[in-house]
């Protein structure tokens, strides 16, 4: 069991946490923009998440947490 | 169900001013949390540089010092010496430390200064708007290389950590890359390295850390990694290229 | 206390570690060499660091960051290496940062000489480094007053966070007197709780800054600077006059050059030329108050500003004066040291017209 969470105000739509995700759950979120004008990352599927936290690692904004 | 990665304690609340996907934000992080789980938060100060990370003092939530452009290693000489026993670093880019400020560096290495430095090499000027650096590559379009990097008009890029190792007073030099998540962990363990080199007062000890700056390579930030890992990385090898037992 | 004979450059060093400073990083250039070698020597023996840094540069770079954490610390230079300090002093003053600077200064501009001069007064006293801001600058004209002044320079830079920078020339560096180092305990003041020493316990941490990238912020930072600017004007103005009383010129002269107007006295005394003296102490804040108030007097007919330059401080003379007495300039430069027979062939000129 684990879960990610998203900072969605925080993300910058830079999609870099799309390419690491070994599960390929990692997508934005094209139907919702955040304050800052961006597409935020987010998580469909959050029952396959393993919480290896490769999207966390990669973020440049600190935008994701992790639990397990 | 427990946190197991979250925001690092030596890191402030800001959010980063930094442009989507710059590999600034990866760093800052990477460095807070070595400070956090080598417990030094309270007795480190930092040595922010002039460029984009010119803010950096908002970011690292411990005390942090200004420095003029390229001269972070001399106020974090000065710091040093009058407080031995606190952890200090700087954190600057390649015009700060290998175009205006290489005689800092060089002399602040060659002292083997107690001092931890992150460099950040982009291979290019970012908060100026996307000149050429000391470490921009043969043939790359900046704004002040605007037909390519000439080798007979502009020189060759330069590589810091080759030159630094040569110094007596250097005991850790290593080149990272953050272009992908190996590469990334890789990077931590440098940083914390870097800064246990301090602590054990070994001497001087320095990071390199290729990056990417995509607002001013002109491409996408999951482009600009791929750029980086293509065209970097033969240029500047990474590895150990000094460890002082 | 018995007296010792030393020379200018080392009474200087010396009078800083008896002022508590443990910290000195500069960098060799003439004439003031021996300030860095006395600290090299005598620092390690008071558990103090001295360091030769690669620069002038460099050492300012070095004393931005030991002020910032909180050390009594002092750089020294002549000419040529405090224009390379330029940039670093404008951060610290504003970082408000305490430090001393010393300038033997040398013929200028340029290379120069290396023989006295007085030509680097623009340059301390109306900025030097970019940036709305003021250096203290202290002109002592003896050994001794370069050993009294040091102490206070270090004195006055803690208390008000500012830069002071004692201003000499090369022949005062060189000169040997004799000096006392006097028991002085200084002033009060406050512990310097701002400094970055790292934020241990719940102390918020220290940010040393001087960037404010929002101009509204800028200003009002520096708006604040220069309040504390008005209170130095008002506690920390020195000025010696001397035999001003009945005096028909008054000159104005700092440093080297005042003690040969007062050689210059006693020759015009000896035919019946009554010459007085104001002798700048500080040159920032400069004293307008004494050449105002000695302007105003009746039997006060011109005044002559004498520098080892070709004119600096004469501006500020003519500005405090404002018009109400004719202001003469004699200078020599390029190292060139005036003599008392020609400053009273000038006398002798000025009172020709009167």
Redo the contacts between chains.
Sequence with gaps: MAKVVFDEERCKGCELCTTVCPKGIVIMAKDRINKKGYHPATVKNMDLCIGCAFCARICPDVVIEVEK | MAKVFERPKALTDKPFHYCPGCTHGIVHRLVAEAIDELGVRDRTIGVAPVGCAVFAYEYFNCDMHEAAHGRAPAVATGIKRVLPDRVVFTYQGDGDLASIGTAEIVHAANRGEKITTIFINNAIYGMTGGQMAPTSLLGQVTTTSPYGRQADQAGYPIRMCEMLATLEGTAYVERVSVHDIKHINQAKKAIKKAFEVQLSGKGFALVEVLSTCPTNWGMTPVEALEWLKQNMIPYYPLGVLKEVE | MAKLLMKGNEAIAEAAIQAGCK?F?GYPITPQNEIPAYMAKRLPKVGG?F?Q???E???I???????????R?MTSSSSPGISLKQ??LS?IAG?ELPCVIVNMVRGGPGLGGIQPAQSDYFQATKGGGHGDYHLVVLAPASVQEMVDLVREAFDIADQYRNPVMILGDGMLGQMMEPVEFKESKGRDLPPKTWA??????DRP???????AIDPQELENKVKAIYKKYEEIKKNETMVECFNCEGAEIIAAAYGTTSRIIKNVIEMARAEGIKLGLIRPITLWPFPEKAFEEWADKEHVKAFLAVEMSTGQMVEDVRLSVNGKKPVYFYGRTGGMVPTPKEILAEIKKIRGGF
Excluded at chain 3, 61 to 66: D, E, L, P, T
Excluded at chain 3, 196 to 201: A, P, S
């Design positions: 910290f990083f660091c360091l840094a690669e620069s540069v460099a050492a770079n070095m004393v931005y960051g030991a002020a910032g954490a909180g050390a610390v940039e670093g951060y970082a970055t020493t790292g934020c241990k316990g941490r220290n940010i040393i800054n001087s960037m």
